[in-house]
Structure formats: structure tokens, C-alpha cells
């Protein structure tokens, strides 16, 4: 563990992380935070994980530890364990402990973490402790330079599920009824779709994101990236319809090449199931593609075991961009930040990038997850947008193409609305 601990003290502390010192009272730190022995004791059992309601510190829940701080002779003694604390949320630690609790989709639920029972999940708790952790130096004397608060980087991303509507009649026949309730029309794109013959509508919300997203590329330029996770299976699955070696993708691929999209691998649901699918896969798209593929994402969201994100590793991803909760928006690691991937199990740090996922279109307004009304959402998305530029945090969000057609309003608007919040936390004096 002592090649972890030190990589969490350097994500607290960063540049003052010599100044700190894991371990007991003897410590000889500048800032000594306490190890709690009981987690280390119990590690892998239900009992090491922490009971609520949790203890604050400075407002501040902790995981571990006592809820104090003490100045002695120049030094401080910090007995909450933050290094424990933030491994639990990092590692996603709880996940591998409650293995039992699954939802249908075989997706640990938000509702069941730590953080939403403890009243945490809007909060990136582990970015907290690194600005109490500066906080503390400071009462030492020690000379710390302000950070200015700002989101200090921007993921623009949109996995394609349905690049355009799916080739079945009860496809057809959804939308028939949707656009006769609701539009009081008849969908003829549907139509169209079903009988095979070609239109250019399913490129308009391609159109729309470039439009949107060029915004914010503009005003934050290298500290933007924007991502099109892209499935590259070849056959039907579950929820995906196949389109790789379809003519009417390659049109979609040129207009995102042009605008300078990353397209990355969207990695199927036949690959949880059977690793050796994911190398098919990613070798397809490249081949596809032309160049490499470093960065995934699960389809549905249906983050990995601990034990397979490894096999990520073996096959040349670097960056991973699925974790995040898909029944409700927040901080499923504790921070927004971009963190190295801990293997729980074997308590094995890797190289491998966790880009936390904060929020996905689906989960706002799904009645099985938040169900918020268009305004409601938006409120809520502020709260977390404002929470990431005080901690200097990166924004990593999720739209699909197919959730902002022009006859989907709500995800529409919202996603208009969520630019030009961003536009505005981007405007720095």
C-alpha cells in the first residue's frame, strides 16, 4: 500500500505533498495525518466500511477517523484519515466489499454508494480534503499560493447508440404513435428508416452538437476536448443497431473528423461478458479509423469490475470515461478530477486514467433514476458546476445524439442551457 498512499498524498497535496506524512503521533511532518488501523485491519470485510451517519470536520464528512485537528509546536496533527477515506472513493472499494448489490443492468446503484446514503453524491469529497489539507498547511506557516477557482478542464462527449432510428417495425410503429400523441403527426423519417430509404435527418443533431459544442471549445480551446464514443460492433445487440461498415456512418465520421472531434471506442454490452470481444472491437475501429484508440467507454454505463479493468491495460487503453452512477449525477469517485485506476483486490496502483463522469442525459429526466423536470435539472447541474469550479475540477459530461433530435425538447434545451452555463463559469475576470 505504500506506493498508493503516496500517490494519494500527491493527488491531495500536490506540490506540498513532502510536507505531509502518513502514519501515527511520531510522525515528523510539517501536517500529519493519523492512519486509522481498524480499516487496514478489516480490509476486504463489510465491517471496514464506514458507519452513518458520518462524522464532519469542518464540515467536511470523513470516512475514518476522529473529526479533529491539533496545532502542536508548529505542526499538525490531522486524526481524520483522509488517505483511507480517499481510497474507499478512488477505488471504488464499497463496489468490490458489496458485490451483492446489483442493478438489473449488473450496474452498482448510486443510491446504494456511500455517498448518496452519507449525503455526499453532489459533493467531490476527495477535492475537499485537498483544499482542507492546503487550509492546514497554511495554520502551520507554511506558504501556500491561492488557487484561483475555475473549472480547469471541459470533456464535450456524446456516445452514438442509435446513429439513426433503428431498422424494425416496432421502431417504426413507437415513433408512429409517439408523433400522433404528442406532435399530433405522422413521423415519416420513421417511415422512411423502416423501408430502407435514405434521408440526411439523422445527421442534423451531429450538426447541432457541433454548433453547441464550438462554443466552448472557442473559449476554453486546449482545455476543451470533445469525444464521440463510437460502438464498433457488427452485428445487433441490445440496444445498439450495427452501422460500422454502413455507408451512411462514413457521413457521419467526416463531419466529426472535420470539426476535429477525438472518436473513441464505445465498448459494446457482448464485451463484459467476454473481454476478448473488447480487442476485436477496438482493433475494428481502428482499423476503421486509421489511427489508435486510447479512451473507452461502457455502453449503458456498465463499468467494469475492478478485476477487468486491468485487461483495459493489456489491450492499449489508457483512459477510461464510464465512471459515473446511471441513476443519478455526481461524484461517483469523489472527485471530478482525472485519477490513476487502484485494483482493490491486489491493492495494485496503474497508469491507467479514470475520467469521472458527472453527468448523463438519461439519468436527469429517466423516471426510474432523478425524473427532474427540464428546470429542475438545470438547477441541480448548476450546483455541481459551481461545486467543480471552487475546487478547480474538470467538467465530464454525456449527450447522446439521438436524445437531442429535434422532437426531444427537454434534452435539447437542456443541453443549450448547460453551454451557456458553461460559457459564463468560463468567462474569468
Not at 501515527?24 to 471496514?48: A, Q, R, T
Not at 484561483?148 to 447508440?161: A, F, G, Q
Not at 486514467?353 to 425524473?371: A, F, K, Q, W
Amino acid at each position: 500500500m505504500k506506493e498508493i498512499e503516496s500517490y494519494i498524498i500527491e493527488f491531495l497535496c500536490g506540490n506540498y505533498s513532502d510536507l505531509v506524512i502518513y502514519g501515527d503521533e511520531n510522525s515528523n511532518g510539517k501536517v500529519n495525518i493519523i492512519k486509522d488501523e481498524n480499516f487496514y485491519l478489516n480490509y476486504g470485510k463489510k465491517e471496514s466500511l464506514p458507519n452513518l451517519p458520518f462524522k464532519e470536520l469542518r464540515g467536511i464528512p470523513i470516512l475514518f477517523g476522529d473529526a479533529r485537528i491539533e496545532l502542536r509546536e508548529g505542526k499538525a496533527y490531522i486524526y481524520a484519515d483522509l488517505i483511507a477515506s480517499t481510497y474507499v472513493m478512488i477505488s471504488r472499494y464499497e463496489e468490490m466489499v458489496e458485490d451483492d448489490k446489483k442493478d438489473g443492468w449488473g450496474r452498482f446503484p448510486g443510491r446504494e454508494s456511500l455517498a448518496f446514503r452519507g449525503g455526499f453524491i453532489d459533493r467531490p469529497l476527495v477535492d475537499e480534503y485537498r483544499i482542507l489539507v492546503e487550509n492546514v498547511l497554511r495554520e502551520v506557516g507554511v506558504e501556500i499560493k491561492e488557487r484561483k477557482e475555475e473549472i480547469s478542464k471541459v470533456y464535450l462527449t456524446h456516445d452514438i447508440d442509435q446513429p439513426w432510428e433503428q431498422r424494425n417495425l416496432k421502431g417504426f410503429f413507437v415513433k408512429l404513435v409517439y408523433g400522433i400523441q404528442q406532435k399530433h403527426k405522422i413521423n415519416f423519417n420513421s417511415l422512411k428508416d423502416y423501408l430502407g430509404i435514405k434521408t440526411k435527418e439523422y445527421l442534423e443533431p451531429f450538426s447541432f452538437f457541433i454548433e453547441q459544442d464550438q462554443k466552448i471549445k472557442s473559449l476554453y480551446t486546449d482545455k476543451c476536448e470533445n469525444i464521440y464514443f463510437v460502438l464498433a460492433n457488427t452485428e445487433k445487440q441490445w440496444l445498439t443497431d450495427s452501422y460500422i461498415k454502413d455507408e451512411r456512418f462514413l457521413c457521419i465520421m467526416n463531419i466529426l473528423k472535420e470539426a476535429g472531434c477525438d472518436l473513441e471506442l464505445h465498448a459494446s454490452p457482448l464485451t463484459n461478458k467476454a473481454m476478448e470481444k473488447l480487442k476485436d472491437e477496438k482493433d475494428m475501429l481502428e482499423e476503421y479509423l486509421g489511427n489508435p484508440v486510447k479512451k473507452v467507454r461502457n455502453h449503458c454505463l456498465l463499468v467494469r469490475s475492478p478485476l477487468d479493468m486491468e485487461s483495459l491495460i493489456e489491450i492499449g487503453i489508457t483512459e477510461d470515461f464510464s465512471c459515473g452512477y446511471a441513476d443519478i449525477a455526481g461524484f461517483r469517485l469523489g472527485t471530478s478530477r482525472a485519477v490513476k485506476y487502484i485494483n482493490p483486490y491486489n491493492k495494485k496502483l496503474t497508469d491507467l486514467l479514470l475520467h469521472p463522469l458527472i453527468i448523463m442525459d438519461g439519468t436527469l429526466n429517466d423516471e426510474r433514476y432523478m425524473n427532474l423536470s427540464q428546470e429542475q435539472a438545470l438547477e441541480y447541474i448548476k450546483r455541481l458546476l459551481y461545486v467543480i469550479k471552487r475546487t478547480n475540477g474538470e467538467l465530464n459530461i454525456l449527450w447522446h445524439n439521438h436524445t437531442c433530435a429535434k422532437n426531444n425538447e427537454y434534452h435539447r434545451n437542456l443541453y443549450k442551457a448547460v453551454i451557456i452555463l458553461i460559457q459564463e463559469l468560463g468567462r474569468y475576470e
